[in-house]
């Protein structure tokens, strides 16, 4: 079982006062201005808003891929932003999961190959690692196919086969970007299926961007952000 | 985890095969560079040592000041004392009697009256069997027709010349020509054989006799043009010869004697000390230029090679690897390409020189009427130097394209580095 971070609070993510501002040129952009959340654990949380209204530079700084202008992410009540660039690596392989909207698997591995790369970044051993491939792929139902090359799957699969790769190291919190926007509506509910029993079985916090109704239907909880700030938050 | 990454790179063959060849075409194509260079200039130094100046050449001073004329009456008197005492002062070399003289040659036909004639320039050597020059000069695997003298007064012609005197083997071809002192001489001589030198100068011009002949026509027991001296194993080494000839000629500084002996190096005859130079200069300048040029090739491949993975890099940062482990991974997959590149394209590098050492390419058509001492084979010569240069820019421009467009990673912020690659 994965180390996952002690927590004195049930936040496992808290936003204070955070601006991210962007050089133009000779000037600056401001993606997003005084952001302040709490994203308990275990919460299903989509961040949803028009193009440019900051949700993707949100979850870059939750996923410790940026530092914030000004304010804190705390990471469990870890402020992620004075991390070294391998603190927040092992940070990022330990504690977080990312799914793309484009899947980007690695061409030349094969599906198992794939879902086991992040436990090769934690020197898991071989039986380890193949234990847990074996179980992420059956929770996404592709257990059969794991040693098919990403190019022979479809796109619902190769989907799958990202979820699978999120999980695979038990992360506390899985970050996914416009998921089902390359996605049919029945791989887009298949998907959003997988990830809600994800949640609800194995405690993962989820947060998604997105803009697709599909993916609003399965949230319990939408921020709405707007020219970079919070324009309403509602939990169903 | 290195056997993950080098289960994709084997895989990958964008990332592997592809740069390899390249790798390999580039190290093959500079050491092969070499070896040609290599192989022109030590055969320009080869022939004009074996048939034109020696290693080293000892004459009389008078002798050195009208050197272009080849006077026969400005040679060395005793000879052999002179050798005798070169052999002394520096046993490790090969000092060798040679005459070089010209004259004309007459065909007579069936009825004594000329059928052909012609100038040409003798070149007159010990012919005795087991002798240093008969292998050096290689003239017995040269003979395209006939054999080689083994009797008072048989010559060999170059096949150009043969040719040109319409003569078949056992004709006779009376020699015009003068003594040291300044006699007519006249000799017949048994045609025996046509030799191919290699050299079209020498093919259509020359023709060889046995140095006792050569004595006898030219009125010259004990006495001899040029003593040439060669090195062991006819190795040219600049530096050796230039000890040996400032020392023989200190040797005779005081001496006021006009037909003293005096040693001239291989550099210093023909004009080939500017050439030399020149030429070792210009190599040395084509070969940085070539290395260079390769490197810049082989830099972009190393460089292309980051750039287009990017997308890769920014997949392995948002799982959890580190700017610095992805920097380090690139740098040793460039290393492992470079090298196996390298390593292939020195192997193909040198059989290439190796090929054209052993088989050469004849460019007896192009250079027909050359009048300089150049082989008609243009070979390549396996050196050394081939065996490391490929590395140069096989690993290091390899390496080097990587640590930049690695560099372009590294030094980016993460998130910015992740939306560039479009993940």
Known sequence: ?236 | MFEFLFKGLIRDKSRSLLPVIVVSLGVSLSVFFVGYIEGMMGDMVDQNARFGTGHMKVMTREYVKNIAQKPLDLSILEAGKVIQELDKSYPEVDWVKRFNFGGILDVPDENGQTKTQGIAGGMAFDMTEGNSDLRRLNIANNIVEGRMPNGPFEMLLGQGLAKRMNVKIGDTITYFGSTMDGSMSFQNFTYVGAVQFGLSVMDDKTFLIDIKDAEQILDMEDAVQEIYGYLPNDIYDDQAIEEIKNTYNASFAESDDEYAPQMLALRDQNGLSTMLDMVNTMSSAFTFFFIIAMSIVLWNTGLLGGLRRYTEFGIRIAIGESKRDIYKSLLLESVIVGVIGSVFGTILGLILTFYLQEVGIDMSDTLGNSNVLFSNVIRAKVVPTQFWIGFFPGVMATFLGALLSGRGIFKRQTSELFNELGV
């Open chain 1, 1 to 236: 079982m994965q180390n996952h971070i002690n927590m004195n609070t049930n936040n496992i993510i808290e936003i204070q006062n955070v601006t991210k501002r962007f050089p133009v040129g000779e000037t600056e952009f401001t993606a997003l201005s005084n952001i302040n959340l709490k994203i308990q654990k275990g919460e299903f949380t989509g961040l949803i808003g028009p193009s440019g209204s900051g949700k993707t530079t949100l979850l870059n700084l939750i996923g410790a891929l940026d530092i914030p202008s000004e304010g804190e992410i705390l990471i469990s009540g870890k402020n992620v932003a004075v991390k070294s660039d391998a603190e927040s690596a092992l940070l990022r392989n330990e504690h977080i999961g990312f799914i793309f909207q484009s899947y980007n698997l690695l061409p030349v591995y094969s599906i198992f190959e794939n879902v086991e790369f992040p436990l090769l970044l934690q020197k898991k051993s071989k039986a380890e690692r193949k234990e847990a491939v074996m179980q992420a792929l059956d929770w996404v139902g592709l257990s059969d196919i794991a040693n098919k090359k990403p190019s022979q799957i479809s796109g619902g699969q190769a989907q799958r086969v990202a979820i699978a790769r999120s999980i695979v190291k038990k992360p506390d919190i899985v970050l996914a970007d416009e998921p089902t926007a390359n996605l049919d509506s029945t791989n887009a509910y298949k998907i959003m299926d997988i990830l809600k029993k994800l949640n609800e079985e194995l405690g993962i916090t989820f947060m998604f961007s997105s803009h697709d109704s599909k993916v609003i239907e399965y949230l319990r909880r939408v921020i709405t952000l707007e020219d970079g700030k919070v324009k309403n938050d509602e939990t169903k």
